[in-house]
């Protein structure tokens, strides 16, 4: 895979406009089925959170930075996966569950595939 020097490190360009993509639809309070007010969104080096009241969605980023690696979208819902099996011991009424994205241009909002 050739990747854009404008790209972030460890994503080829196909990667990072369906992350742009994925990023602005989850931005807007219009995708989530509970009608939140506002989402606020905060970045850290491996994830987007998106905070819409009373819930908050994680995204991790496709990225391989040698000591992880969420390269692949199967490798990100494994790590999605066990990090809430992990911390849902601790604090169950926090980490409800997985909830799968589909591309924007396919829904005009969040489904849930499950009950949570």
């Given amino acids: 895979m050739q990747r854009d020097s404008s790209t972030p490190l460890g994503m080829t360009a196909t990667q990072?406009?369906?992350a742009h993509?994925?990023?602005?639809?989850?931005?807007?309070?219009?995708?989530?089925?509970h009608g939140p007010t506002e989402v606020r969104v905060i970045q850290i080096h491996i994830s987007r959170v998106f905070i819409a009241s009373p819930?908050?969605?994680?995204?991790?980023?496709?990225?391989?930075?040698?000591?992880?690696?969420?390269?692949t979208l199967e490798k990100r819902r494994y790590f999605c996966q066990r990090e809430v099996d992990l911390n849902r011991r601790l604090a169950p009424e926090v980490y409800l569950g997985i909830v799968?994205?589909?591309?924007?241009?396919?829904?005009?909002?969040?489904?849930?595939?499950?009950?949570?």
């Fill in 16 to 18: 990072d406009r369906q």
């Fill in 100 to 116: 799968q994205s589909t591309k924007p241009r396919q829904a005009s909002r969040l489904k849930r595939t499950a009950k949570l």
């Fill in 55 to 71: 819930f908050v969605f994680k995204v991790k980023k496709p990225v391989n930075l040698g000591f992880l690696d969420f390269s």
């Fill in 21 to 33: 993509d994925l990023i602005a639809f989850l931005e807007s309070p219009a995708s989530y089925p």
